[in-house]
């Protein structure tokens, strides 16, 4: 009799949108194949050579909840729970018969194929959000010392190969002889200083998301804070006026306590400035919920906003939504920008009152304890000419994404940003076979596309097809992304803005751009005349925007940091659109003409799109003997690393 085959092992490391489908591919394998003998009225006889047993899976990941990004905004603004926006990797896990290991990933020993692994957040497993870092620097000493653990086990990985061949004498590695990383990003500091150290990262999300309630609470109590000392000065003053009423005989009353109340200086002096870096869609979706948020917070705590207001900045390198159609970049633009009373004279009545403070063209050179420094960028720009510095209570860092460190350290072949890169497969091109990838940590050589949810929900089915075709021996498919996608941008309340982003990863010729930039300064030129030139942006008439702003304007709003609105600054703006989109502009109520009727629309049709993705990871899934283990939490299918 041969003896029975071992189980290939199949590690899915981290618990990104890909690897969720992956799972939940496995889960339906195993019902399906549970279902195939009673189909067939009873035990299936064996075959003449009995297969190979299936893989024994194992995910790693840093905790239990995995957080959907595209509800993210709306988790920020207060419209979503917890446990609505997170997939309970758990129970996910149960129902694919994988088993769950919580830790972070330090390095991938290519040699051994082990993934080593430090222990996971504290707080990882429980049933909320964990435990938050008060600041940005226990964060990034945190990351230091997980960095210096990776460097500690690669070091003894080295000098004694044969020390973890037994899987169970170490928790602090994981076997593998098929591997899928799928870990996320972290926003890239630029080599900024003091960026690590005085800012709050939004990528992992779980990390930002656990530090938020932290940002909530220091805004509530500030505001509680003020809105005493506001009521003892304006009784301290009321007394005042009243006794220099009754010395004067009660007369000339003009200095009293309605007038202080209303000094617009003491309306614009907020208790909480909060910065955002990254003018993509994240960032601008990021200050609206923060914005947004805030202002709720102060409605539902009966704080006036003369002493409880809080004020949001937004802070881009280049131009807002770089990449997104022309249209979109000026009106949501607009909208951010626009105070409540502003929009009530454009007649757009969105009840947004963002008020977003949009600095486009402004490099941050270095951060400081509560200050963040700027200087306008752009060619020519001296280190200090036109430098100024930008208080800041809270500095939420959502720029573009940085791969982990631990990547190239391990060998593994990566881009030229650090990425991992793929082959058309999504396996890693060029290096270990038993390696592949999918999500924002990895890129594909022959189809680069942007770090968006979007494009790694759609690499999970291929991902699960190739990952069995390679434990099984068979080949390998290749998978050719979509070329665009749609992007529903939500700005602050239940309203949304659609676009679509473009398929090229961000990357654009300067020469095209340029060229871009100069036809579009020349159809500016020519629109009005009745027949728009070739290529020219589809937008409202120069009547039509005048009427309304919101479609019209700039694409800075209240902008600072050389948003002028010079010829030059419209051509930078030009080099940063990406083609016109007319569905989106018919879908965005024609440019903006319409907004207030579609933008809640929109949103609402995200909301729908959004629970159902949640639905197929949660609740959606069919019941059967698997719930057992997702209930067990901690038992045998679950461990932390050590």
């Not at 590690?11 to 992956?22: I, N, Q, R, T």
Request: proline share 9%.
């Amino acid at each position: 009799m041969k003896p029975t085959a071992s189980p290939k092992e199949l590690v899915l490391l981290g618990g990104g949108h890909s690897h969720v489908e992956v799972l939940r591919s496995l889960g339906q394998q195993r019902q399906q194949a549970a279902a195939a003998p009673a189909a067939a009225g009873g035990p299936a006889p064996p075959p003449p050579s009995s297969p190979p047993p299936p893989p024994r899976v194992t995910l790693i990941s840093r905790g239990r909840w995995t957080p959907y990004s595209g509800m993210l905004p709306g988790w920020a603004a207060g419209f979503y729970t917890f446990r609505q926006v997170h997939i309970d990797l758990q129970r996910l896990a149960a129902y694919a018969g994988a088993r769950l290991v919580l830790g972070e990933a330090v390095g991938v020993d290519v040699q051994d194929r082990r993934v080593l692994l430090a222990p996971p957040p504290p707080g990882a497993g429980d049933g909320g959000a964990p435990a938050h870092p008060s600041s940005g620097q226990q964060h990034h000493l945190h990351r230091q010392a997980v960095q210096q653990q990776a460097q500690a086990q690669a070091q003894v990985h080295r000098q004694h190969p044969n020390h973890c061949n037994n899987s169970s004498s170490s928790s602090s590695s994981s076997r593998y002889d098929v591997l899928s990383i799928n870990t996320g990003i972290t926003p890239g500091a630029g080599g900024v200083p003091g960026a690590q150290d005085h800012t709050t990262p939004v990528k992992p999300i779980d990390g930002f998301v656990r530090r938020f309630e932290g940002l909530l609470q220091r805004y509530r109590d500030a505001a509680a804070k003020a809105s005493i000392l506001d009521q003892q000065e304006e009784g301290e003053q009321e007394q005042e006026s009243s006794s220099q009423k009754v010395g004067t005989g009660g007369g000339g009353g003009g200095g009293g306590g309605g007038q202080r109340k209303d000094d617009p200086r003491r309306r614009r002096r907020p208790v909480m400035r909060v910065v955002v870096v990254g003018g993509g869609a994240g960032g601008v979706e990021l200050a609206a919920a923060v914005r947004y948020r805030l202002e709720e917070e102060r409605r539902r705590g009966g704080w006036p906003v003369a002493c409880a207001a809080a004020h949001v900045s937004l802070v881009c390198r280049g131009g807002l939504l770089p990449g997104h159609p022309p249209h979109v970049r000026r009106l949501v633009g607009r909208l951010l920008a626009s105070e409540e009373e502003e929009e009530g004279r454009l007649g757009l009545g969105l009840g947004l009152g963002l008020g977003v403070e949009v600095r486009q063209r402004a490099e941050v050179t270095r951060v400081s304890p509560g200050r963040l420094h700027l200087r306008p960028s752009g060619p020519g720009q001296g280190e200090e000419q036109g430098a100024e510095v930008l208080l800041a209570d809270e500095v939420l860092w959502c720029t573009q994404a940085a791969p982990p460190e631990w990547l190239a350290a391990s060998g593994l072949p990566t881009d030229g940003r650090g990425f991992l890169a793929l082959n058309e497969c999504l396996q890693a091109d060029g290096g270990p076979p038993e390696v592949f990838g999918a999500g924002d940590v990895a890129s594909v050589s022959r189809h680069p596309r942007p770090k968006a949810g979007v494009f790694a929900v759609r690499q999970g089915p291929p991902l699960a097809r190739n990952l069995a075709a390679q434990l099984s021996g068979r080949p390998l498919e290749p998978f050719t992304p979509q070329s665009t996608a749609l992007a529903l941008i939500t700005l602050g309340g239940r309203f949304c803005i659609a676009s679509r982003t473009a398929g090229d990863g961000g990357g654009r010729d300067p020469q095209a751009a340029r060229s871009v930039a100069a036809a579009g300064a020349g159809a500016k030129h020519s629109r009005g005349t009745g027949g728009a030139a070739v290529g020219s942006t589809v937008g409202p008439t120069p009547q039509a925007a005048q009427n309304h702003p919101g479609a019209g304007a700039g694409a800075g709003g209240r902008s600072g940091g050389g948003g002028g609105g010079g010829h030059g600054d419209v051509e930078e703006d030009a080099a940063d659109d990406g083609p016109e989109w007319p569905l989106g502009w018919l879908l965005n109520g024609c440019g903006g003409l319409a907004v207030r009727l579609t933008g809640p629309l929109l949103w609402r049709w995200k909301d729908g799109i959004d629970r159902a993705f949640m639905r197929r990871y949660g609740e959606g899934l069919p019941p059967g003997d698997w719930q057992r283990d997702a209930d067990g939490w901690g038992g045998q299918g679950t461990r932390h690393a050590e």
